[in-house]
C-alpha cells in the first residue's frame, strides 16, 4: 500500500524548494562589479617579476600586442603574443569552469556561455570584480546584435565559478588579466578574444556533424583558418548574419 504523505510535509517541502528557488535566483541576478576581492597592486607585487622574465625567457615581453583564444570542449584558453609582424604562442591555461553546452549565447539567462569573434578594451578590465579579476567580453557584438541575441556581464574571471562566464582558478587570472592590461597600456586598442566550441578542425567538425550549429561553427572556422594560416588575427565584421574576415 502507497505511503501517505502528510500535508504539513508536502507544506514544508514546497516552502523549502520556493526558498532554494529564490536564494538561486538572487544569486543570477548579482551583477559583476560588486566590490571584489583582489588587490591589484599587490597582485603585480607578487605576479609581474616571474611574468616578465618568463616572457624574457621566450623572447617576449611584457606589454606586447595579446590574442586571446577559447576551446570550450578542450577547456583551454590560449595566450599568443606579437613578435615583428605575427604572433607566437605564450601560454595555455586550463578553463575551470564555464556553463551551458557546445554552442552560442542567445539569450540573457540562458546560462550559455558565448562563442564568436569579441574585444576587449581597457574600459572593460575590471580590478574589483568579486570574481576576483575580470574583463567583460563585450558580448553582444554586432553580430550578436543582428541576431537579436541579448545577455549581459559575460566575463572572463576568477573564482572557478560560471553563469554564462569562462572562469579560471584566481592564480591563472592574474596572468592573463597582468597580460590584457599591460597590453592595452602600452597601446593595444583592443585584445581580441576569439571564443571556439572545439578546435576547428574538419575531423572535429565531422563529429558534430548533426549539430544544429553545423553552418554558425564553419562560418567560425574561416576565422580560425586565416589566423592559423597567418599568425595575425584578422580584422572581423558582421553581414547578412554571418562574420566577415579580412587580414
Known amino acids: ?14 516552502t523549502a524548494f520556493f526558498v532554494m528557488l529564490a536564494v538561486f535566483a538572487t544569486y543570477l541576478l548579482l ?8 588587490n591589484l597592486t599587490k597582485v603585480k607585487d607578487e605576479r609581474l617579476p616571474a611574468l616578465r622574465a618568463d ?4 623572447g617576449m615581453s611584457l606589454g606586447s600586442h595579446v590574442f586571446l583564444r577559447v576551446f570550450k570542449e578542450e577547456s583551454r584558453l590560449e595566450a599568443w603574443i606579437r613578435s615583428g609582424k605575427t604572433y607566437q604562442p605564450y601560454k595555455s591555461w586550463e578553463i575551470c569552469k564555464y556553463s551551458g553546452d557546445l554552442g552560442p549565447k542567445l539569450k540573457e539567462g540562458d546560462g550559455q556561455s558565448p562563442e564568436g569573434f569579441y574585444n576587449v578594451s581597457a574600459r572593460q578590465l575590471n580590478p574589483n570584480s568579486r570574481y576576483h579579476l575580470s574583463f567583460n567580453l ?14 549581459s556581464y559575460l566575463m572572463v ?19 592573463i588579466y597582468l597580460l590584457v592590461e599591460a597590453a592595452l597600456q602600452n597601446g593595444q586598442g583592443t585584445v581580441p578574444v576569439h571564443i571556439f566550441p572545439f578546435e576547428m578542425t574538419e575531423e572535429n567538425l565531422s563529429k558534430h556533424a ?11 572556422k574561416q576565422g580560425y583558418d586565416l589566423f592559423e594560416e597567418n599568425r595575425i588575427p584578422p580584422a572581423v565584421s558582421a553581414q547578412e548574419g554571418e562574420y566577415q574576415f579580412t587580414i
Request: some cysteine; glycine content about 8%; charged content about 15%.
Open 210 to 220: 548533426n549539430s544544429n550549429w553545423l553552418n554558425f561553427w564553419r562560418n567560425l
Open 157 to 175: 574571471h576568477g573564482n572557478c565559478l560560471s553563469i554564462g562566464c569562462y572562469a579560471m582558478t584566481n592564480q591563472h587570472i592574474e596572468e
Open 31 to 38: 551583477p559583476y562589479d560588486l566590490p571584489g576581492s583582489a
Open 138 to 151: 563585450g558580448f553582444p557584438n554586432a553580430f550578436d546584435q543582428s541576431l537579436d541575441r541579448t545577455g
Open 1 to 14: 500500500m502507497a505511503k501517505i504523505i502528510s500535508r504539513p510535509l508536502l507544506w514544508a517541502v514546497g
Open 55 to 58: 616572457l624574457t625567457f621566450k
